[in-house]
């Protein structure tokens, strides 16, 4: 069985601080990818990233940066200088073989 | 550009009805999928499809049906509904790449409410 696990319920800051979304995942499996999506107050989901189990580099896309440590089977995402669009519900999901399993979500709000 | 497009987007059942929720892609995936979203459960994974003619049980199949007679449309099938069925509902596609599935464009979602 393959499970992801984002403790933080909700964070709110304030614009321009930088927050950190956990993403903890277990799998059995020795390849496997890892996303993170974006849910706005609209509703509409947006890929952020993809990530395969064989790729620990870390990655950054503006503000965005992303954290991969299989040693510790987690998946962290920073924002950098937050703003108020960046207020959303952040999933973390795992994938195997076709088989999606995602986090509960983050909600982060940013307060001007 | 369509891309993923779902409907209804709004729809209350009684129990015990069936329905469909339509799904269709223009982007010729071969990967499309089923999920539904609840409060503090994230997306939970209900049938996918890999290619036409394949289809697979996700996480939480029970009380649903899947088709892929073709590349574009994966329509999910409410048999009997339940109140335990009320949730927002997301189909989405994407290009399958070796071992799993690529980057995942969803539709707008569908809200069903079972009363």
């Known amino acids: 069985a393959q499970k992801v696990t984002q403790a933080q319920t909700e964070i709110s800051v304030v614009e321009k601080e930088d927050v950190t979304l956990d993403c903890v995942y277990e799998?059995?499996?020795?390849?496997?990818?890892l996303f993170w999506y974006k849910q706005p107050p609209s509703g509409e989901l947006v890929f952020l990233i993809r990530?395969?189990?064989?790729?620990?580099q870390n990655e950054i896309s503006g503000r965005y940066s992303w954290n991969f440590q299989k040693s510790t089977s987690s998946f962290n995402f920073t924002i950098t200088a937050s703003q108020v669009v960046d207020s959303a519900v952040y999933f973390c999901?795992?994938?195997?073989?076709?088989?999606?399993?995602f986090g509960a979500g983050t909600t982060v709000t940013v307060r001007a | 550009n369509a891309g993923v497009t779902q409907t209804p987007k709004f729809q209350v059942l009684k129990t015990g009805q069936s329905m469909t929720l339509q799904c269709a892609q223009d982007?010729?995936?071969?990967?499309m999928s089923w999920y539904r979203q609840d409060p503090g459960m994230g997306l939970r994974l209900i049938h996918y499809?890999?290619?036409?003619?394949?289809?697979d049980q996700g996480e939480v199949p029970n009380g649903y049906n899947v088709s892929r007679s073709t590349t574009e449309d994966f329509p999910l099938r409410l048999l009997s509904a339940a109140p335990s069925q009320t949730s927002v509902y997301f189909c989405?596609?994407?290009?399958?790449?070796?071992?799993?599935?690529?980057?995942?464009?969803f539709g707008e979602g569908s809200r069903l409410t079972v009363l």
């Open positions: 982007m010729n995936h071969e990967y």
């Open positions: 999901a795992l994938d195997n073989d076709y088989k999606l399993s």
């Open positions: 989405a596609s994407s290009y399958p790449l070796a071992g799993g599935s690529g980057e995942l464009f």
């Open positions: 799998t059995r499996d020795t390849t496997y990818y």
């Open positions: 499809s890999v290619g036409a003619g394949i289809t």
């Open positions: 990530r395969n189990s064989f790729d620990e």
